[in-house]
């Protein structure tokens, strides 16, 4: 085998582990984030609209975010004063399921 032929199936490797990671975070976002993102990541349901919830299909917007700052959202929540407007899901899903909804957020916008 040639090192292009080894790198190349690395590289494939890593993008299917990545596409089944997406795919594992989209039955997590389904059934844990879509009743205020709704499953298009609008935040275009009745709940996201009180909320003021962003739009996370916006490439824009999401561009403004590391990996590693939606994580850390998504484990402490989000507040505005003494309101909880996302609860904090780091008892509630593992790393490795948090990761998978970034992941698979990603792929909205």
């Known amino acids: 085998m040639t090192k292009n032929m080894i790198v190349s199936s690395v590289m ?10 997406a795919e594992d975070g989209q039955t997590v976002f389904n059934g844990k984030c879509a009743i205020c993102h709704g499953k298009d990541g609008k935040g275009q349901t009745k709940m996201g609209g009180k909320l003021g919830i962003k739009d996370l299909s916006d490439s824009a917007y999401m561009a403004k975010f590391t990996d590693a700052q939606l994580l850390k959202t998504l484990k402490e929540g989000i507040k505005d004063g003494d309101k909880t407007k996302m609860k904090a899901y780091d008892t509630i899903l ?16």
């Not at 494939?12 to 990671?21: D, P």
């Not at 593992?94 to 916008?109: C, G, M, N, P, Q």
């Open 12 to 21: 494939l490797c890593a993008v299917a582990a990545v596409g089944a990671m």
């Open 94 to 109: 593992s790393e490795d399921e948090l990761k998978a909804v970034i992941a698979y957020v990603r792929t909205l916008a």
